[in-house]
């Protein structure tokens, strides 16, 4: 059967992130996408101009209405942007009881500028925390959200084991860290699991967190174990990463192939002569 998957994030009208992303990665992955829009945003590949929130009770309204009709395995969060926004996300998912919930806290822009103030952090720590699965900051993300000034790549299993004694498992991404390698580290029940692959020399790393925050949700969403969507979710964006050039996307940081293994790549000119 397959499996309906629900995003709660913002929309970024350059595809490559937000519920765009997302919905992509759940197509590829083979499942159903449904959207609750918490903000709308203007930006493409070179950045984000401008940002229009959508009000907690109307991402309620969205939410009630797609768990009165569908089957949802599995919800994933993005961008939230107010505490009523993260209240009315923690609401839904006690009252229509989500198997699975996967935060992704989009707090920290790759510039390393807050995107959401301290009462936000404070809302996600404190009530979306306890009810996820899993939560995938990257390092500035896990600093923000135990109120440390920052995470040191070398410090991340302690970071992700410190969050997940907060509820959820604990996934800390170290893609923007520097060195050969992009090493992300899980804590869960089974401990500690550090996930490393060499770094793909790519500008096309726009919506990678929210790609590889989908791809476990799917994971979850088909009843694998955390570990296994973890893992799987990671070679897919690796994949995405390593086919991400071939799009040829914008003037910024491009985005990542999620239909690498569906789409055949386009003939070189050599080949088109």
């Given amino acids: 059967m397959t499996p309906t998957i629900i995003t709660v994030a913002g929309s970024d009208p350059s595809g490559g992130a937000g519920i765009q992303a997302d919905l992509k990665t759940f197509s590829a992955l083979g499942a159903y996408g449904g959207a609750v829009l918490t903000a709308l945003t203007a930006q493409n590949t070179r950045g984000v101009t401008g940002v229009l929130p959508v009000p907690g009770s109307f991402v309620t309204e969205q939410l009630d209405a797609l768990f009165a009709d569908l089957d949802v395995a599995a919800v994933k969060t993005g961008m939230l942007g107010s505490p009523d926004v993260v209240e009315a996300v923690a609401d839904a998912a006690r009252r229509h009881g989500v198997r699975h919930l996967v935060v992704d806290p989009v707090m920290v822009a790759t510039s390393g500028d807050r995107l959401v103030d301290d009462a936000t952090v404070e809302a996600i720590r404190n009530r979306l925390l306890p009810l996820a699965s899993v939560v995938t900051p990257n390092l500035p993300e896990a600093a923000a959200l135990l109120g440390l000034p920052a995470v040191a790549p070398e410090e991340a299993a302690d970071a992700a084991t410190e969050l997940h004694a907060k509820g959820p498992a604990a996934l800390v991404k170290g893609g923007h860290a520097p060195g050969p390698d992009a090493t992300d580290v899980l804590a869960d029940d089974d401990g500690v699991l550090e996930l490393r692959v060499p ?58 192939h999620h239909f690498h293994a569906w789409w055949t790549p386009a003939p070189s000119e050599g080949e088109r002569a």
Avoid: F, M
Avoid at 199 to 215: D, I, K
Avoid at 234 to 240: M, S, V
């Fill in 199 to 256: 770094r793909v020399p790519t500008a096309n790393t726009h919506g990678t967190g929210c790609t590889l925050s989908s791809a476990i949700a799917v994971g979850l969403g088909h009843r694998r174990p955390l570990r296994e969507s973890v893992q799987a979710a990671k070679t897919y964006l690796t994949d995405a990463l390593l086919a991400g050039d071939q799009l040829h996307v914008g003037a910024g940081h491009g985005p990542v």
